[in-house]
């Protein structure tokens, strides 16, 4: 239920945030996936890195190949998808005795990030995303009188 309250709540607020300011949050469904998540900030990190791997891969096989429109937006959920896969199969990542997991948000996530990371650029991409997930996390919480989420 959760999930479904906080992807509805994303999906209203990135329309919003689109139609006034004309800035996409990451993706129609990206914020609420966040917003989830945000209590875990290295899971969020991981999530946007994978996302810039991800428009990094896209950048450089575009030199390449010709790529645009829908094909952009399949090409980026495939490259993201792999790269999602990936930090499924290793997760942890040890440094000097600490271990951290890198799992991303999901497994379309980063591509959906990448995508509009190539349209309107990093800075306005990410920012827009973790302001509409921080607000959808703000509502959930106030919606689930004052609990905070898990």
């Known amino acids: 239920m959760l999930l479904i309250e906080s992807v509805g709540i994303g999906m209203f607020l990135s329309l919003i945030l689109t139609e006034t300011i004309g800035l996409a949050a990451g993706g129609i469904v990206v914020p609420g996936y966040i917003a989830l998540v945000l209590h875990n900030p290295l899971q969020v ?42 930090t499924r199969i290793s997760p942890i990542v040890t440094l000097d005795g600490v271990s951290f997991n890198l799992q991303t948000v999901g497994f379309v996530i980063p591509g959906l990030i990448a995508y ?12 827009a995303m973790l302001i509409v997930s921080s607000l959808v996390r703000l509502i959930i919480i106030i919606l689930h009188n004052g609990v905070v989420l898990p």
């Open 45 to 86: 990190c991981a999530t946007i890195l994978a996302g810039l791997i991800t428009y990094l891969i896209i950048k450089m096989l575009s030199s390449y190949i010709i790529i645009y429109g829908r094909r952009l937006l399949i090409i980026s959920i495939l490259v993201g998808y792999l790269i999602a896969y990936v």
């Open 116 to 127: 509009w990371i190539a349209r309107q650029g990093i800075i306005p991409t990410i920012s």
